[in-house]
């Protein structure tokens, strides 16, 4: 696979087996990566519409993990032990991970609990919960900051710091505007990407035709500043058991202005119970 | 029958954790505080719990939700920990009933139930709940249980057989090892049942009237003080483990009724651009976190076809765990439809959680239609014939 920029159509149409000491070998291929050589300084948007597209989270999760990247993850949607459970199917270790200082995870389930019934000293991640009016998501950045600086000893234990959030659209339904969580998602890029030369994933819903303004805002506004944009979406045709939906693989340029087009990909996608078979369109291997 | 594992808090929980997941019975349920240690051998003890039974898929411990075609398609029950949201029918002529079965399972189960409503007073909506329909296998387990006490029970009544025992003997919680009952809407439950089970009201006009200074934010007042009336129960009756004093062991089933009404104070159903649009979700929120870290399982009705602002009701799908919407004729052109003329309204599966799992055991049926006969209440396929002859004419 070194030196294509198009993954091999006979791999797609076979399928390939899984292996589960691996995340997604597949979209690895697709996206032409591997763990060894994770580009930096990248924001990537992953967005569903009419889909789940959390199986992108657990995979995202699972590759910087295996990359030996420092991890903060901002999981606002499930428990810890659900992220878990999937992430040992791909291979990892998350508890292993955060004792040995791998992982930062802010379990968002349980400490909104701890601030709304209790009120704290310090500042907490997750303040805004208390607030009456729409405030800001300053606390949560200094949390991610002092996740992600390295220790002052100077020796860099992990390749580079990435933060992971699942996912973006619930901040807006607990009282954030667009505007907070976009001025929260650049101080988040400006410390994290450019300044720690690290990485950036997170996951926003596409409500669609629910004209949900606030959210098509925040989609919009960081589609233009992702280098990477994975887009899932249910089939236009409704449900199908054998193809579980479409995943559009956008490469960006955010930075430069030019006239070339952003290269992109279409794959058709089934997700089992470890690995996920993606597919050209129309190529299913249960219609064949 | 029903597993769950149990974790001490710290280094030492995640251990077991990951050893017990090795065994693929361990539950997204992780419980604080210390384990027993009569019974601490090294590995995660073994607890089961009436009326709950782990999932074949992930070994996620579910609850029935009382009508058992549900359980089914929802791949099995619900699981421990998560939101049922459904979506009310035009005229909240059916979702009702939904409500109550999922309570009168929990009666039937021995678990606590906790019932909160803004229009009705809980203690009404117990009275009403249906009566359990007993099969011959299941009342032979009961008639063993009571045989040991009471030599003549010869008078064999089908369905209100716990009147011939009241008179004579303490009457104790109705166990029975099955899990999903069948209910007789016609018939009320007995009163005995409803003053052996455990229970707690919350009526929004009774504890509003009462002038605690709740602290502000964004969630209306009535949504404050549901969500502290939950948080105290689970506390102080030991469901979330973190109470010394209290070992608890059963599940406690939350109900709450019409959630979004303006009884509760909020706009949403009022108007397209309501100010308090954060409340709700925000207050879905919270309820998911309390129930992430406690052994209870919750279902939510919700007059959807109320609220105007779309993006609102996508909200709440995405922060609820389960969906399901009821769609009934009644008023609709669809009354008069052939293909409809033996059904009473739809039934749409919007959502199943994907948890602990990157698939969701999602039923390929999907054009699923429920009727209402006269004791029970059914969920069918919409036959393949019909839907032939009604393309054909």
Not at chain 2, 362 to 383: G, M, N
Request: with cysteine.
């Amino acid at each position: 696979m070194k030196g294509m920029h198009l993954p091999d159509i006979r791999m797609l149409l076979q399928g390939a087996s899984p292996r589960s000491s691996e995340m997604f070998p597949e979209l690895n291929n697709l996206l032409n990566t591997t763990p060894d050589k994770a580009e930096q300084g990248k924001l990537t948007l992953l967005c569903d519409a009419r889909t789940d597209g959390s199986f992108l989270v657990h995979h995202f999760l699972s590759f910087y993990l295996k990359a030996n990247c420092k991890v903060c993850f901002v999981a606002l949607l499930q428990s810890f032990s659900h992220y878990n459970i999937v992430a040992q199917k791909l291979g990892v270790s998350l508890a292993a991970a955060r004792e040995r200082g791998q992982l930062v995870f802010l379990e968002g389930l349980k400490s909104s609990v701890d601030v709304f019934f209790q009120a704290q000293e310090d500042p907490h991640p997750l303040q805004f919960l208390r607030e009456a009016s729409a405030g800001n998501l300053q606390p949560l950045y200094e949390f991610v900051r002092e996740a992600l600086t390295p220790a002052d000893n100077g020796a860099a234990a992990w390749r580079c710091p990435v933060l992971l959030v699942d996912d973006l659209s619930v901040l807006l339904s607990l009282g954030m505007g667009a505007v907070a969580v976009l001025d929260f998602v650049h101080y988040c890029r400006a410390t994290v990407c450019c300044e720690l030369k690290g990485n950036m994933v997170a996951l926003v819903h596409d409500s669609g035709d629910a004209e949900d303004e606030e959210n098509n805002t925040l989609l919009i506004g960081l589609s233009h500043q992702s280098h990477l944009i994975l887009r899932t979406e249910g089939l236009a045709t409704g449900f199908c058991k054998d193809v579980h939906g479409q995943l559009r693989i956008l490469w960006r340029r955010p930075s430069q202005s030019t006239a070339r087009r952003d290269r992109s990909l279409t794959f058709q996608y089934k997700i089992q119970d470890k690995n996920v078979s993606f597919f050209a369109r129309g190529m299913s291997p249960a219609i064949l | 029958m029903a597993a769950v594992a149990t974790c001490g808090a710290g280094a030492g929980g995640t251990e077991s954790m990951a050893a017990a997941t090795s065994k693929s019975n361990v539950t997204s349920f992780q419980r604080r505080g210390p384990r027993a240690r009569g019974t601490d051998s090294g590995g995660p003890r073994l607890v089961s719990i009436a009326g709950t039974r782990p999932s074949v898929r992930n070994g996620q411990l579910l609850v029935s939700t009382g009508l058992p075609a549900l359980d089914q398609l929802l791949g099995g029950g619900l699981a421990v920990g998560t939101v049922l949201l459904v979506e009310e029918d035009k005229y909240s002529i059916y979702s009702p009933l939904l409500f109550k079965y999922f309570l009168a399972e929990g009666i039937i189960n021995g678990h606590t139930l906790l019932v909160a409503s803004a229009k009705e007073d809980p203690a009404d909506i117990l009275q009403e709940l249906p009566a359990p329909l007993l099969d011959d296998s299941c009342k032979k387990e009961f008639d063993e249980d009571v045989c040991n006490k009471k030599p003549e029970s010869d008078i064999k009544m089908k369905i209100a057989w716990r009147y011939q025992l009241s008179p004579k003997m303490e009457v104790g919680p109705v166990t029975s090892s099955r899990f999903g009952h069948y209910y007789d809407v016609s018939k009320r439950i007995p009163r005995e049942l409803i003053e052996t089970s455990k229970w707690h009201g919350f009526f929004l006009p009774e504890k509003m009237s009462s002038a605690d200074k709740v602290e502000c934010c964004s969630l209306t007042p009535g949504y404050m003080k549901l969500l502290h009336f939950i948080q105290n129960i689970i506390y102080e009756e030991g469901f979330d483990g973190s109470n010394p004093q209290k070992k608890q062991r059963n599940i406690l089933r939350i109900g709450i009724q019409s959630l979004g009404l303006p009884l509760w104070g909020d706009d949403v159903c009022c108007s397209e651009n309501c100010d308090s649009s954060h409340s709700l979700s925000k207050f879905l929120y919270i309820l998911r976190g309390l129930l992430r870290t406690s052994l209870s399982a919750c279902i939510i009705t919700m007059p959807t076809h109320l609220i105007q602002n779309k993006a609102i009701i996508a909200r709440v799908t995405n922060l609820s765990d389960t969906v399901v919407a009821l769609e009934s004729f009644v008023g609709s052109e669809r009354e008069t439809n052939p293909l409809y003329k033996d059904y009473h309204g739809l039934i749409h599966i919007r959502q199943i959680p994907r948890l602990n799992n990157l698939i969701c055991d999602e039923s390929d049926v999907k054009d699923l239609a429920f009727k209402l006969k006269r004791k029970l209440f059914t969920i069918e396929k919409i036959s393949d014939a019909l839907k032939w002859w009604s393309r054909r004419s």
